[in-house]
């Protein structure tokens, strides 16, 4: 299976700390590094009137302990990770923030879009945004450069640099010219998510854009909660007893275009389990379920008669 991003606004989910993380951590760094790109973190525009800390870093390539696996009777591959590492080996990382000051984190993720497309970092975003943009409860925004090369950060002493505080600029860098480094923003009303990825070759995002199939998060969780856990393998009565939270992006699973969907089961103690991981089709027709450990080992669900799936989320372009 193929992890790709694809921006899409009205980004809706429930940011929760990480199931194996620590959810008392009071870690805060500086930057963030994937291969190697590296870029402010989100800590340098963070207030004491905005709140908000680091609570769990996310990455598909760090394996569940046993004990996590013998508990996820459900299946689906655990995410989460309080490793921050470099992004060497992983095919994304995510950076989980909680606690912010209801409402604040529009104006926070304002501040750090401007930090992100000054002239020292060169990130330029994929959609036209204005005011309007940081002002809605939720949101979705996805920035893009081209990365640089791999051999570059030590070749210039940028982890030296940066670990002083001092920014290297972008333009000073050598840049892989058949490598897109992308960085995803989703925030709620008290949480962030900030994501990053490297993409080669014709972006896979593009071609649904095109197609006019982007479904959004929000759109494919209204449609998980019109569902019963029974009807997608999970315990319970009602779909209220869990959180729905997005994955990286799109996937392609059985040739078909998905939306990664994380579901958690809540806990009184404010803890969550990961219990399954779903994909939608971008059309909102198909479900599938992860049944092993392995992104490719799914199943597919049979939705029940009379589901009907939403209109497209984008329209196509002429």
Aim: hydrophobic content about 30%.
């Amino acid at each position: 299976m193929k992890r790709l991003f694809i921006p899409f606004s009205a980004c809706l989910f429930c940011l929760l700390a990480a199931c194996g993380s620590d959810s008392t951590s009071s870690e805060t760094i500086s930057t963030y590094t994937f291969g190697g790109d590296t870029i402010p973190a989100l800590e340098q525009v963070l207030t004491e009137q905005s709140g908000g800390r680091l609570t769990a870093t996310l990455s598909p390539e760090t394996p569940a302990d046993d004990d996590a696996d013998a508990d996820n009777d459900d299946g689906g591959e655990e995410p989460d990770s309080t490793d921050s590492g470099t992004g060497a080996s992983a095919s994304y990382l995510a950076y989980d923030y909680q606690q912010f000051t209801e409402y604040q984190t529009g104006s926070v993720v304002r501040s750090y879009v401007e930090l992100l497309t000054s002239e020292t970092n060169a990130l330029k975003p994929e959609e036209k945004l204005d005011d309007s943009t940081y002002t809605q409860p939720t949101g979705s925004i996805l920035l893009t450069r081209q990365a640089v090369a791999a051999d570059a950060a030590s070749a210039s002493g940028e982890e030296k640099n940066s670990a002083e505080g001092e920014a290297v600029s972008y333009a000073s860098l050598p840049h892989d010219p058949a490598l897109l480094f992308r960085v995803r923003i989703d925030w709620l009303p008290t949480s962030c998510l900030v994501t990053l990825d490297h993409v080669a070759g014709q972006d896979f995002s593009n071609s649904l854009l095109t197609a006019g199939v982007a479904l959004s998060f929000s759109t494919a969780t209204d449609l998980m909660n019109t569902l019963s856990p029974e009807e997608i393998g999970l315990s319970g009565s009602s779909m209220s007893e869990y959180s729905l939270k997005p994955g990286p992006g799109f996937v392609e699973v059985d040739h078909t275009a998905c939306l990664t969907i994380y579901v958690y089961q809540k806990n009184a103690t404010n803890t969550n389990s990961l219990v399954g991981t779903y994909f939608m089709s971008s059309d909102g027709s198909t479900l599938y379920r992860q049944t092993g450990t392995k992104p490719n080992q799914v199943e597919k669900i049979t939705l029940p008669s009379g589901y009907t799936p939403p209109p497209s989320d984008t329209e196509p372009t002429e």
